[in-house]
């Protein structure tokens, strides 16, 4: 399978932990992007990379989430301190670095559960 | 980004044409309207997108007004499987950010 990947694909913790997320693109796509979602809402944009530049961040992203794009390829997301309110489901998307942007492909997402 | 507004919910019939309309009436010259879907617990799908002229794939079909302000999208025959939410995004191209901004959509239900 050559599409996005995401793991884990659920995480249940407990209010206070870390937890980290990590998303592998495409393998040729340079722009790599993180969504939260919570029920009943679109996706909301949290971050996005060119490469491995974080170029743009959402006031979302909060001083406990950190994202990370070491070598342009794989990223991770991690959450500081979870709060119950950071449970959602965390979807990560890559795209080609074309100026005409057509699709984004999005992984199957990571639900976060923070008791 | 321009702002999108599109009805919270639809019925359709199985087989029948699903027209999803959608309103961007402060959309500016440089920006495209893209369609994403949303299945249930899965990612979201791009469909399509269009500057201004309408346009066509092996999805859908988009309708973009002359002025720009609304467009409607197409699903020409629709099956129990196109039942999801579909994400109406107007978002630049030129330099600068490359995000795209989701609503919260039409949840789209497909009737046998």
């Known amino acids: 399978d050559t599409g996005v990947s995401q793991d884990p694909r659920h995480k249940i913790t407990k209010r206070g932990q870390n937890v980290t997320f990590r998303c592998d693109p495409i393998?040729?796509?340079?722009?790599l992007y993180w969504y939260r979602q919570t029920l009943g809402q679109g996706p909301e944009f949290l971050t996005y990379?060119?490469?491995?530049?974080?170029?743009?961040k959402s006031r979302l992203l909060s001083d406990r989430f950190s994202a990370e794009r070491p070598k342009g390829s794989f990223s991770t997301l991690e959450i500081q301190r979870t709060e119950q309110g950071d449970s959602a489901m965390y979807l990560c998307?890559?795209?080609?670095?074309?100026?005409?942007?057509?699709?984004?492909?999005f992984g199957e997402g990571s639900r976060l559960t923070v008791l | 980004d321009a702002k999108t507004t599109q009805p919270t919910s639809m019925d359709c019939a199985e087989g029948r044409a699903a027209n999803l309309p959608c309103n961007h009436s402060?959309?500016?010259?440089?920006?495209?309207v893209y369609w994403y879907r949303q299945i249930h617990s899965q990612g979201p799908q791009y469909i399509i997108h269009?500057?201004?002229n309408n346009e066509t794939n092996e999805m859908a079909s988009l309708i973009i007004t002359e002025d720009r302000k609304s467009s409607t999208l197409i699903l020409p025959h629709a099956t129990l499987r196109d039942t999801a939410v579909y994400y109406c995004?107007?978002?630049?191209?030129?330099?600068?950010?490359?995000?795209?901004?989701f609503g919260t959509g039409t949840r789209l239900k497909v009737l046998a």
């Open positions: 998307a890559s795209s080609p670095d074309r100026v005409e942007v057509g699709e984004l492909f």
């Open positions: 393998s040729e796509h340079n722009r």
């Open positions: 990379f060119q490469n491995e530049a974080q170029l743009e």
């Open positions: 402060t959309i500016s010259g440089n920006e495209y």
């Open positions: 269009g500057l201004k």
């Open positions: 995004i107007v978002r630049a191209t030129t330099s600068g950010t490359y995000k795209y901004i």
